[in-house]
Structure formats: structure tokens, C-alpha cells
């Protein structure tokens, strides 16, 4: 970790430890201010990333002695059918690959953490750009965004499994079910509990990844802000510790989306 209070171009210096966190949590706008250009174009970027590794994997994948990119994939997806085979039992020709997209995704965001503090946000002030946040998933918006699409798959997966009209009784009949005139007065509780339903799945998604990397990203501004060598011997710790953080969160999105997907095909 650096910590360079250079004066950028056009822009003075933080005048205190207050001004550097609040310069490091501050996002790159639109000039409008309703879009956090940073998230959407590490996020985009990141995302060809992932693209392009797993296609050069797949491209250079032998059944001799593999390569090390074609075992790091292997394993990755490995890991992710495990967790597929024990939480979804349905039959789907989209899981996995949504489920290996989500999970080195999300990894992919949460790493950009372990870039130095000022390495980007420095390097942007030569082409004029002065407020930079580089973790995606330090973003409640971006967190809310993909919990929204997980939801979103949630009913698309719900409505295939039982038919429109079976997802729509079942808003209506689970979890309390009842015959005859009971059917009519449990019908509003039901209805708002698979409300609340699917808002706390779409809740839990999203503020746990983003408390956690947000936690992590202000403990490494905060670390940036000591002398050099306090940097390196509470920097490195933290840095190996993180790397368990920056996997399990990913890995934890990957499984609740799974399990949710499973859960949503299921008939109550």
C-alpha cells in the first residue's frame, strides 16, 4: 500500500485524514450525478476479463497434461457444481453457467480491494479524472443491482417450474395453505409474506457483500493513512486475511443464489 498525497493537476491535496477518506469515497458521476461511472465501467471491464480467461481456457483445453489456466478453471468449476449437485436438484441447462458467472465475477470485483489505495485513483489524475472508488461491490448500488437481477431470476425460474398461473396461486396459498373460506383470508397473509420473502432474499444479497467489502476497502484507506512501514505490518496481514473475505463473499453470493434458484422450484 502507497500513500501519495501529491497534489493532482488542477486540484489541491487533501488537507487531512478526513479529506483523504472522504477523496477515496467519493465516486466518479456522470455529470448529472445519477450514475457512478466508476462502478459501471470497472464492473463492464472486469467483466470482459472473466470472458475472455474462461474463453482462452476453453480454447486451449486438452485431454492430455492441462495448463495451468485450464486447471484454475477446472477447479473453479469444480467447486461450483459441488455446490450446484447438493443445493439445486431440478434440471437446468442455465445454472451452472450462471451460477460460474456470478461466483469469478463477483470474486473479480471484490479483488480490485487488494490494488493499492491511490495506484488508480493516481494514475486517472494524468487524464483529468480526480475521483475514483475502484471496488464494484463497495457500491450498495451495484449490490442492490445484481440482488435485483437474482430476484428477477428467482420468478423467471418460479414461473417456468409451475407455469404462470401456478406461481401466481401459489403468491396466494403458500406458505399457510387452507381450503374453502379459509382460502380467502389467508390468501392477503400469504401474499405479503411472499413479499417479504422475496424482499429480505433481495436485502441479504446485496448489504452482506456490500458491508463487507465496504468495511474492507475503508480499513485499507484507513491503513494507507499510517507511516510507511505501519503499512506494511498491518497491510500485508490484513491483505492475506481479505483474500479468504474476497472469496468467501463470493462464494457465499454464488451459493444463496443457487439455493434461492432451488427454492424457487420447488412446489409448496
Known sequence: MTIEHAVEAGH????NSTEYIAHHLTHLHNEAGTINLDTFW???ILGLVFLGIFYMASRKATAGVPGRLQ?????VMEIVNDTIK???HAKSAVIAPLAITIFVWVWLLNAMDFLPVDLLPKLLTYVGVHNLRVVPTA????TFAMSFSVVLCVIAF???AKGLGGWIKELFTAPFHAHGIAVVFLAPVNFLLQMVELVAKLISLSLRLFGNMYAGELIFILIALLPWWAQWMLGGPWAIFHILIVTLQAFVFMALTVVYLSLAVEKH
Open 12 to 15: 489541491a491535496a487533501p488537507a
Open 42 to 44: 470497472i464492473s463492464a
Open 71 to 75: 486447471n484454475f478453471v477446472e477447479m
Open 86 to 88: 447438493g443445493a439445486f
Open 139 to 142: 457500491d450498495v448500488n451495484h
Open 158 to 160: 418460479s414461473i417456468k
